[in-house]
């Protein structure tokens, strides 16, 4: 799915904004929250960068019916010293309406940007379909900060995001042709 075509912007904003006005009934309901069981673990992935979580968000809901990992990369626009990463990851909570509202969203762990200044998010998804439809609508926001040819995206279906940290060969089963994918977790380390 890496180099995935993206919607129309009209469709995009308006799956946005409905995301939005449900995120905020959802922050209001106190059904989203920021678990730190994540925060801090560092994953090495199969093009040999690492990243490190530095935040989850998760959404009180029922569990997945039809499970898929997502996983998303961008790179920032004009961001190349620490200082302004630190700012991104400081403002990336006001991005939080951008997708805690869309159908079928679970769980998200936010990583610092890696070696060559890629972020990326590791999903759980209810649906392939529907993470699919999320990361079409994204790449507009995405587009605003980051150059269009950094966005990319892949979901692994019939997995939990849990179950692919605990055995990283289940990716081969999702995904079993790109052996040395950007987005394939290669090492966990759960030292924090």
Same mark, same amino acid.
């Given at each position: 799915m890496t180099g995935q075509p993206h919607d129309a912007l009209g469709p995009a904003?308006?799956?946005?904004?409905?995301?939005?006005?449900?995120?905020?009934?959802?922050?209001a309901e106190g059904r989203v929250h920021q678990p730190r069981g994540h925060v801090g673990q560092r994953y090495t992935f199969a093009d040999g960068?690492?990243?490190?979580?530095?935040?989850?968000?998760?959404?009180?809901r029922p569990p997945p019916m039809s499970p898929a990992v997502l996983v998303v990369r961008f790179r920032l626009r004009g961001v190349h010293r620490?200082?302004?990463?630190?700012?991104?990851?400081l403002e990336s909570e006001l991005n939080t309406p951008l997708?805690?509202?869309?159908?079928?969203?679970?769980?998200?762990?936010?990583?610092r940007h890696d070696q060559h200044g890629y972020y990326r998010g590791l999903? @759980?998804? @209810?649906d392939t379909r529907r993470a699919t439809?999320?990361?079409?609508?994204?790449?507009?926001?995405?587009?605003?900060?980051?150059p269009p040819d950094s966005i990319q995206a892949m979901v692994l279906p019939g997995l939990r995001r849990d179950d692919l940290l605990a055995d990283l060969?289940?990716? @081969?089963?999702?995904?079993? @042709?790109e052996p040395e994918a950007w987005w394939r977790l290669a090492a966990v380390d759960v030292t924090v």
């Amino acid at each position: 799915m890496t180099g995935q075509p993206h919607d129309a912007l009209g469709p995009a904003l308006r799956s946005l904004g409905r995301c939005a006005a449900r995120t905020t009934a959802l922050i209001a309901e106190g059904r989203v929250h920021q678990p730190r069981g994540h925060v801090g673990q560092r994953y090495t992935f199969a093009d040999g960068t690492t990243a490190a979580v530095y935040r989850e968000t998760v959404v009180d809901r029922p569990p997945p019916m039809s499970p898929a990992v997502l996983v998303v990369r961008f790179r920032l626009r004009g961001v190349h010293r620490p200082g302004l990463h630190t700012l991104f990851r400081l403002e990336s909570e006001l991005n939080t309406p951008l997708f805690v509202g869309f159908p079928g969203f679970v769980s998200k762990l936010w990583m610092r940007h890696d070696q060559h200044g890629y972020y990326r998010g590791l999903y @759980d998804w @209810d649906d392939t379909r529907r993470a699919t439809r999320y990361v079409r609508a994204l790449w507009w926001a995405l587009r605003v900060v980051s150059p269009p040819d950094s966005i990319q995206a892949m979901v692994l279906p019939g997995l939990r995001r849990d179950d692919l940290l605990a055995d990283l060969h289940l990716a @081969d089963v999702a995904a079993p @042709d790109e052996p040395e994918a950007w987005w394939r977790l290669a090492a966990v380390d759960v030292t924090v």
